[in-house]
């Protein structure tokens, strides 16, 4: 919401009541459609506005499909609908930027899109601080080019030691280029941060404490585990405990750093697994 108002200008319900929706729609074919993540404003029993939230890399979903997610939110829900696309690169925010041809007489929506022109480059580690969501973010698309942003991000998590923080920088983490993976792991080993991330006991913990279980493979893996599941967590997927406990027994890294990566992208848990079974 701070981004489609403060940062956008978009006009929305005055309410401090917000809550995550269930991101799965069932269509008349009983195919499942999900965006990333589905927000609704308003009391659970009247619903007063609800975002929809889609983060593309690249243009390999049709517009039509935006349309589509914000028809079927407003059918669930029976409340305006607003869509948001984060887009990385320019092209691709100007490709989903277009009113969308639906098909469908009078029904052409235009979604709300965030290029990265659009997404300040926070290198002051004040502001950062008090926009972590845009700081992340600012990393995401401007880090791979400018050290500052990420040094900012960097430290303002040194600032915020909070439940929330941890979560802020695997996102940044998970939507990142390995290169500027590489860049964030090099900053913040240089960085106070307490250890308590999975990505920061793993990458972070070594001479912070003597004898932490983290340093070993077990704890390696215990920790790219509750990365994937926290990535999967904020992505709204839902989890059930069979696949939980596969997650959380896993042992092989090469695996875990492999469904960290997807947790990002998959739109399902089946996704998230691929052709492995």
Known sequence: MDILCDLMGAELPDTPLLRLEK???NTRNSDDIEPDVVVVMGAPQT?????VVEVQQD???LPRQLAR???AVWLHLGCDVTVLVICPEQGVAAYYARTIESGLGGYRPTPWVLGP???PVIIDPKQAAAQLHLS???VM???RNNRKVVEAFADALSDRPDDHSPKYYEYAYSMSSPELRRLMEEIMSSTAWPVYSPFAREHYGHGKADGL???KAEGKAEGKAESVLTVLSARGIELPEEVRARITTCTDLTQLETWVARAAIVQSIDDLFGDEG
Do not use: R
């Open 117 to 119: 022109d659009g997404i």
């Open 213 to 215: 279980a983290e340093g």
């Open 59 to 61: 243009k390999s979903k």
């Open 69 to 71: 997610y914000a028809a």
């Open 23 to 25: 991101n799965t729609f």
């Open 141 to 143: 698309v401007h880090g």
């Open 136 to 138: 992340a973010m600012s």
């Open 47 to 51: 619903p007063a506005h609800a975002i």
